[in-house]
């Protein structure tokens, strides 16, 4: 059975128009009550006082003859709403266009039409057909089902071929069409032995002329009469063309240092222009621009960072906004231009008062309503029993973990470490400037890694850690989530162990200061596979430190708050998903009715004060919840129509404003209330999947989950900050130092150092700085380190002779060859290690920190499990010693001092 398409695909569609009413014919009994459902509910729309039904909405749709009656009478704003119980009160029969034939069942199709269909009377009719005569290459952009329906526009009955230099007849008309296809020429061809004409067009007609011709022809060759060079790319042909034959004085030119444009004639006297406007420190269009969209008054700061950081590249976008572009390259130099500790110090130094005012401000917040009547809980954990399903994964070991590189090629496993579940183990690192580590086993793949806002009374930090039930189970129905405490002196202890119900797929902090209480560690939400969203209070003795001789024991406690999903109506077809099924040969739809309150939620988010929580659900629905308001079963849920893909992550940019990253490496920046879009980006190899913000440091929002790059190494995936200003929709695209190998999983912000953290599936920790992250501040520092490195090894035969290692695998031994041509047997699989005792037994992890990262052959897919993957990633707001936390595939949580070191450059 194929997989059941999105809900936003499958809404009941069909409807037409019809001048007379057409009696209702027997329904199924499903189908019956849906309809006599839209024959009782009643809709309000502004341009009537009375209510109207979905089926007097499609008596109201008929009565209308052209589309100027039906513009004049229903407001633009709520044309989709008309039209969606238009096609409700008549179902069976699409709309038709008033301009020509065309036919649409649903109202997102029709409703794009006829923005797009203008041939509304005869008179326009005959000016397009006029525009086709005049020019013949137009044919060639008519989709191949519409060229029958616009010949007859343009010819009529008389099948007479409309290119100038021909006028061949024909009897019918699919023998003119196909005699079209050879006789009409590109656009590009028609200026043949004309330069002068294709010249004085606009740059991305020409460029839109030749790109249609190679669609043909691979090869082009140029205008001028006389010139034998052909090209077999646009751009290379078009700059060819503007300069064939032309005087230098003549030919067109551009200003290297402003980017005027203009001929070769000028720019003598505009070099002479911009260099003295450049030694009276004048800003220029890009300086000003920086300074509007940094908030600056004097363009000259903005002048000073770009000599410090290089020049952006300006790009203007479609809807009227500017994009400014950094180059890639220049972060991934080991130092972007001379950077000293006193930079570093004075970076630093700014990112730490700007935390500092964001815990003022974010004090004086206070909590909503119902998060302060939430009263504190004291738990008891219980032990766990022997038949529970987590005592397993808490009473095994970890897979070996080394410092040291051991020999190539491994008969057996060599010594190293292997940790307890539950237990952490600090491990000493003889190399300069890098610090012990701590490493524990979460004793199951971790898929979730936040530090809490609040520290205990002890000033400890308090980490939650949530996994899977094992690396083979991704779906059960409960997990536990892990509460860590973590001090420089106490090492990484385990607090207590908190029972969800439901896998837990995302988790998060409440990000907010609160000085008033003491106690208080934070408000943490878990979006589970069960369609809720579990909010638990968490404060310094809400559970007692477990003692050394005591087993494992769980909290098993009710959830604070708990946010559903609202339940669809059982009349409603919103809660149908059709499923494709194959009856005796033969695919056929069959709707399915689906609970679309137990959907999985993907991500979930909350704004300051923690009023308002955003959550993904897996049917591709963003939910918005408000805290204060005294009916939580019935928060607002959004669908876009104009979604091509399923939203994959959610952040909050302000009170106002979120952060929807999109399947198909896309990014958006949405009003909350109304649903306004205030940016799209979708640049390929920079908009990724995956957003990030931190209102800590940032004002803006990183993204990533990118394309592949090619820079600075094959199948490279980078992390790039987005600097946008809300009001003018102007953005500066900022490449940063984090660069990972096919993927990067996670990001996160060591706030008091501006330090931004990394993790990916190469088992890399990447931490780097950028003065250009910070607004209205222009530092030149820049650094990046590459943390901590994960290599995965595994055991191997080894040959002992080298006639063994010559010898060819035996018969009996090898996989027969299905191929025809080959006759020598191919060599058997490797065992595939994916189960915990197989993978203790025969891998093992190497960590290095520090070390220069050399790039291999990527493996795309991989047979064993990828235990050197880290997952998840979060930093501590310790100036002093700041400490990254980060695990993944193995289960094991790492404590890694993340503090750049920087070393003095000898000037």
């Known amino acids: 059975m194929a997989p059941p398409t999105r809900r936003s695909q499958t809404r009941p569609t069909t409807p037409a128009v019809a001048p007379e009413p057409v009696p209702v014919e027997t329904k199924p009994p499903t189908e019956q009550l849906l309809l006599n459902t839209y024959r009782e509910e009643k809709f309000k729309f502004s341009f009537q006082d009375e209510e109207l039904t979905a089926f007097e909405c499609a008596q109201k749709m008929a009565s209308f003859k052209t589309k100027e009656e039906f513009l004049a009478a229903i407001p633009i704003e709520e044309v989709q709403k008309f039209l969606v119980r238009v096609i409700q009160g008549q179902p069976g029969r699409p709309l038709k266009c008033y301009s020509c034939e065309n036919m649409y069942a649903s109202a997102l199709g029709f409703w794009n039409h006829f923005k797009k269909c203008s041939i509304d009377t005869h008179q326009d009719a005959v000016t397009a057909a006029q525009e086709f005569i005049a020019m ?214 700014t990112c730490n008062n700007m935390f500092e005012t964001w815990k003022t401000e974010s004090d004086e917040i206070p909590f909503c309503n119902r998060l302060k009547q939430i009263e504190k809980a004291k738990w008891t954990p219980i032990p766990l029993d022997e038949n529970d399903e987590f005592h397993k994964i808490f009473n095994r070991k970890s897979v070996t973990l080394r410092t040291e590189k051991a020999e190539p090629l491994q008969e057996s496993l060599p010594s190293g470490i292997r940790i307890d579940s539950l237990k952490s183990e600090k491990i000493e690192i003889n190399e300069p400037n890098t610090k012990d580590f701590i490493v524990a086993y979460c004793g199951a793949p971790i898929n979730g890694i936040k530090v809490a806002p609040g520290k205990t009374s002890e000033g400890e930090e308090v980490v939650c850690v949530t996994t899977f039930a094992n690396e083979g189970d991704l779906e059960s129905t409960s997990s536990v989530a892990q509460f860590w405490r973590h001090s420089e002196a106490g090492g990484l202890k385990l607090w207590f162990l908190l029972e969800i119900s439901g896998n837990v797929l995302c988790m998060r902090w409440l990000q907010k200061h609160d000085s008033k209480e003491p106690g208080l560690i934070g408000y943490v939400a878990f979006a589970t596979s069960l369609g809720t969203v579990l909010i638990y209070r968490v404060d310094s003795d809400s559970a007692p430190l477990p003692s050394n001789d005591s087993g494992v024991s769980v909290v098993r406690a009710d959830p604070h708050l708990i946010l559903s999903l609202p339940k669809s109506p059982e009349s409603s077809d ?289 047979l064993d499990q990828r235990i050197e993957s880290l997952n998840c990633v979060d930093a501590t707001t310790n100036r002093e010693n700041p400490v990254a936390f980060t695990g993944g595939e193995a289960g094991l949580l790492f404590a890694v001092s993340s503090k750049l070191i920087l070393t003095e450059m000898k000037l």
């Not at 007859?152 to 099948?159: A, D, F, P």
């Not at 300086?287 to 903005?302: M, V």
């Not at 790059?709 to 984090?738: C, E, K, Q, R, W």
């Open 574 to 862: 919103e809660s149908f998903l059709n499923a494709t099924i194959k009856v005796e040969g033969e695919e056929v739809q069959m709707p399915i009715r689906i609970d679309e309150s137990t959907v999985p939620i993907l991500k979930v988010a909350w704004t300051e004060g923690g009023g308002i929580v955003a959550a993904t659900t897996a049917l591709g629905q963003i939910v918005i919840w408000d805290l204060d308001s005294e009916d939580l079963g019935s928060p607002r849920v959004r669908i876009g129509q104009d979604w091509n893909s399923l939203p994959t992550d959610i952040s909050f940019l302000n009170a106002d404003h979120l952060v929807v990253g999109f399947r198909e490496k896309m990014m958006k920046v949405m009003n909350i209330e109304t649903w306004e879009v205030k940016l799209e980006e979708n640049t390929v190899k920079t908009a990724g999947s995956r957003v990030h913000t931190d209102p800590r440091i940032i004002d803006s929002f990183f993204t990533f989950q990118s394309d592949y790059n090619f820079f600075p190494y094959a199948n490279a995936t980078s992390i790039s900050y987005i600097h946008m200003d809300v009001d003018s929709m102007n953005l500066i695209l900022i490449p940063t130092g984090n660069t990972h190998q096919l993927m990067a999983w996670d990001v996160a912000m060591c706030a008091p150092l501006g330090t931004l953290i990394s993790c990916g599936v190469d088992g890399r920790l990447v931490a780097s700085a950028s003065g250009r992250l910070l607004r209205n501040i222009h530092h030149p520092f820049f650094a990046n380190r590459s943390i901590m490195s994960l290599k995965r090894r595994r055991v191997l035969k080894v040959p002992q002779t080298m006639e063994e290692f010559l010898k060819e695998p035996k018969t009996e031994d090898a996989v027969p060859s299905t191929s025809k041509d080959t006759k020598e047997p191919k060599a058997p699989l490797e065992e595939s290690l994916v189960e915990h005792e197989n993978v203790c037994q025969k891998m093992w992890l190497e960590v290095g920190f520090d070390q220069v990262f050399e790039p291999t052959r990527v493996e795309l897919s991989c």
């Open 136 to 349: 013949p290459y137009l044919w060639l952009r008519v989709k191949k089902q519409d060229q029958e329906k616009t010949l007859k526009n343009i010819v009529g009955t008389n099948y007479k071929c409309f290119s100038p230099s021909c006028g061949r007849e024909f009897k019918i008309a699919s023998a003119l069409i196909k005699h079209l296809e050879g006789c009409i020429e590109p656009a590009y061809l028609t200026f043949m032995n004309r330069p002068d004409d294709f010249r004085k067009m606009d740059n991305k007609t020409k460029q839109r002329f030749a790109r249609e011709a190679m669609k043909d022809r691979p090869i082009l060759p140029c205008l001028v009469t006389g010139c034998d060079q052909e090209y077999n790319t646009p751009n290379a042909l078009v700059y060819h063309v503007d300069r064939c034959g032309v005087e230098k004085s003549a030919q067109p030119w551009k200003c290297y240092r402003c980017g005027y444009t203009g001929v070769g004639s000028e720019s003598e006297a505009h070099l002479l222009e911009c260099a003295k406007r450049a030694e009276l420190n004048k800003p220029s269009e890009i300086d000003t621009l920086l300074a509007s969209i940094n908030g600056d008054t004097d363009p000259s700061s903005a002048k000073k960072r770009r000599v410090a950081g290089g020049t952006p590249r300006v790009t203007a976008r479609k809807d009227g906004s500017t994009l400014l572009r950094f180059r890639k390259s220049t972060v991934n130099r080991e130092f972007n231009g001379v950077v000293s500790k006193e930079d570093q110090r004075s970076y630093e130094q």
